[in-house]
């Protein structure tokens, strides 16, 4: 049996995607996607060497929306239905929503991040108004800070990075609005 938030009427379209949950079958598109170093300018280290990886990542995704309602899409041109990207909203282990967007080199400029970051802002205030969503942004990324600053995110730190960012980037965190102590601590301990 398919899960109720699995299946295509779960679609939510926009201007101009169609944003659909993602599901085992998108693995390869997902997986050429993160494996391509261009995607990885801003934290090589997280470029994707194995299609396990891949797999790994699709399936939490898939168990996020399960467990809380709400979580990572595959973004689709809504006028040929080609393969743009992958991102949305995903909860996280300190109670925040996570947003998170990554496109194909070729797609990217052209707005579908900032489309799909409000879409994604909206649904996680329909899904758990009561919970933030925020974002986290290597410094070396001002482009992705940009998109969260267009969907009414602020920025509400900025420090050492835990990430294997180049030349020691260092790291915000951004929230649709104050966060708490624990919030924020696990935040910054993660980013």
């Not at 679609?11 to 494996?35: C, K, M, N, Q, Y």
């Not at 992958?86 to 797609?107: K, S």
């Not at 992705?144 to 990075?161: I, N, Y």
Request: positive net charge.
């Amino acid at each position: 049996m398919v899960h109720q938030l699995l299946v295509p009427q779960q679609e939510i379209r926009t201007g101009r995607l169609v944003l659909t949950p993602v599901t085992p079958a998108d693995i390869d598109a997902v997986h050429e996607l993160f494996s391509d170093a261009r995607t990885w300018t801003h934290l090589p280290a997280g470029r994707h060497v194995s299609r396990a990886e891949t797999q790994d990542l699709v399936q939490r995704k898939i168990g996020g929306r399960v467990r809380y309602g709400l979580g990572s899409w595959v973004a689709r041109s809504a006028a040929s239905g080609a393969f743009l990207g992958l991102g949305g909203v995903d909860r996280t282990a300190g109670g925040v929503w996570n947003l998170g967007y990554r496109f194909a080199p070729e797609h990217h400029g052209h707005g579908y991040a900032t489309e799909l970051a409000r879409a994604a802002v909206d649904a996680a205030r329909d899904v758990h108004p009561e919970l933030p969503v925020t974002a986290r942004v290597l410094v070396n990324n001002p482009a992705s800070a940009r998109v969260l600053a267009r969907v009414g995110l602020t920025q509400v730190w900025q420090g050492p990075s835990s990430a294997a960012g180049p030349d020691g980037a260092a790291c915000q965190v951004w929230s649709d609005r104050a966060l708490t102590d624990a919030q924020r601590d696990w935040l910054v301990a993660n980013s």
